[in-house]
């Protein structure tokens, strides 16, 4: 399926993570054993959310689903989602669970040295409540999810949207998630997966270390049923693949802020190219400026994404 074919004006509908951010950059070389001096904030994140606030911010209507705790911070994660211009109307809130939590420790460049995340209250995103939803899903043109999803839950969502004849993208997420993909490679339509996820997706019988090997797993991709393939390789760029093309973006040479966030631009700004009619060179390209642009942020999601200040940037 081409997503050109169906009704771009439709909403997407993200299902996944919402979570608290709490992330922190040294300000020298991290020594283990001890307090180090850091930069700390906090920010409102999860994959699926981030997705879906980019998406909305580029002025595509879409809709999240997901689950926080029926308190303060719950409120607050789905009311700053909702100024963003995403639909909530299908959130859950519920009682006696924390709403998710991520803690993601960098080095002193900015990049990811180490993540907990806390999501167990996914768990509560049931296979009986998204069933529940079912409305929603007619009303969608694409789904979009991250693999904090149960196993149940996946299968219900593939069930769902393949009797509607929805496409579904996905986000690896993590390299212990990304086998909960596994399952479903050929009912893909889009997978993103970082270098290391893919190579965990592979069983690391390509293991993508660079661009060739990058572009040598997306086209693995492929061959297993998934129909775009998007491996952001950090400073090597993003490789992608589809049945009759492949290729390979560089990164944007930039000074990095913040490096959360920018995969996951990257992927909502891809998705809103292919939704509207834009060529996979391009919505790529428009991805990796968005990335760039998130990177040289120092929130996790960029208010000021839109689709003129993407073209106004955009990688060559």
Not at 96 to 122: H, P, S
Not at 214 to 235: H, N
Not at 286 to 315: D, M, W
């Amino acid at each position: 399926m081409q997503l050109s074919e169906i009704n771009h004006e439709k909403r997407v509908l993200v299902i996944g993570a919402s979570s608290l951010d709490v992330i922190g950059r040294p300000q020298g070389i991290l020594v283990a054993g001890t307090s180090n001096p850091a930069v700390v904030r906090t920010d409102y994140g999860g994959v699926a959310r981030n997705v879906s606030e980019n998406i909305a911010r580029l002025g595509q209507p879409v809709s999240l689903i997901t689950v926080v705790g029926k308190d303060r911070l719950g409120r607050q994660v789905l009311e700053h989602t909702q100024s963003a211009g995403v639909e909530i109307s299908a959130c859950l809130q519920v009682g006696k669970c924390n709403t998710a939590a991520y803690l993601a420790v960098q080095d002193e460049k900015g990049d990811l040295y180490f993540g907990l995340d806390d999501m167990r209250i996914l768990k509560r995103l049931t296979s009986r409540y998204l069933r529940s939803q079912e409305k929603i899903f007619q009303q969608s043109s694409l789904v979009f999810i991250d693999a904090n999803l149960s196993s149940a839950a996946m299968s219900t969502i593939f069930t769902l949207a393949g009797q509607l004849g929805i496409p579904v993208c996905a986000d690896a997420t993590s390299t212990s998630l990304s086998g909960c993909l596994k399952p479903f490679l050929d009912k893909i339509y889009l997978l993103t997966a970082n270098r290391y996820e893919a190579s965990a997706l592979l069983d690391e019988k390509f293991r993508v270390i660079d661009p060739p090997s990058g572009l040598r797993a997306a086209r693995e991709f492929i061959k297993m049923g998934v129909e775009v393939a998007v491996i952001p390789i950090a400073e090597g760029g993003v490789c992608y693949a589809t049945s009759e093309t492949s290729g390979h973006v560089p990164s944007v040479l930039t000074k990095i802020v913040d490096s959360s966030g920018a995969g996951d631009a990257l992927t909502a700004t891809t998705i809103f190219g292919l939704l509207n009619d834009l060529g996979i060179d391009e919505a790529i390209r428009l991805g990796v400026t968005a990335a760039s642009l998130t990177l040289t942020n120092p929130t996790t999601t960029l208010a000021e994404l839109s689709l003129e200040l993407l073209y106004g940037n955009l990688v060559i």
